[in-house]
Nanobody, 121 residues
Framework: QVQLVESGGGLVQAGGSLRLSCTAS????????MGWYRQAPGQQRELVAT???????NYGNSVQGRFTVSRDNGKNTVYLQMNALKSDDTAVYYC???????????????WGQGTQVTVSS
């Protein structure tokens, strides 16, 4: 079983920075894409950023140029560096990973429980 644990959320003033981390644990053979999604109050879930095992990144339009996603394959960890935060970045941020569990020959999607990021004006 694969589990994702997120950390790093909190309260920050507009213009500030936060760094989120998410570590996958359990019986993992390999991890393909890891990334971050967010959901603000009254909004649909939104893509924030993803990164493949080869290091290719993809960003949502609203965070392009401000956020940076990275990963440490040896630690099974993905990071999200958030700079120049705005009030509309306030949301619950969810970590996601597409991974091959050790006991199976196909990949599955896994999700963390989410971490709250609140940006004050």
């Amino acid at each position: 079983q694969v589990q994702l644990v997120e950390s790093g959320g909190g309260l920050v003033q507009a213009g500030g920075s936060l760094r989120l981390s998410c570590t996958a644990s359990g019986s993992i053979f390999s991890i393909n894409t890891m990334g971050w999604y967010r959901q603000a109050p009254g909004q649909q879930r939104e893509l924030v950023a993803t990164v493949t095992a080869a290091g290719r990144t993809n960003y949502g339009n609203s965070v392009q140029g401000r956020f940076t996603v990275s990963r440490d394959n040896g630690k099974n960890t993905v990071y999200l560096q958030m700079n120049a935060l705005k009030s509309d970045d306030t949301a619950v941020y969810y970590c996601s990973a597409n991974a091959f569990p050790a006991a199976w020959g196909r990949a599955y999607d896994y999700w963390g429980q989410g971490t709250q990021v609140t940006v004050s004006s």
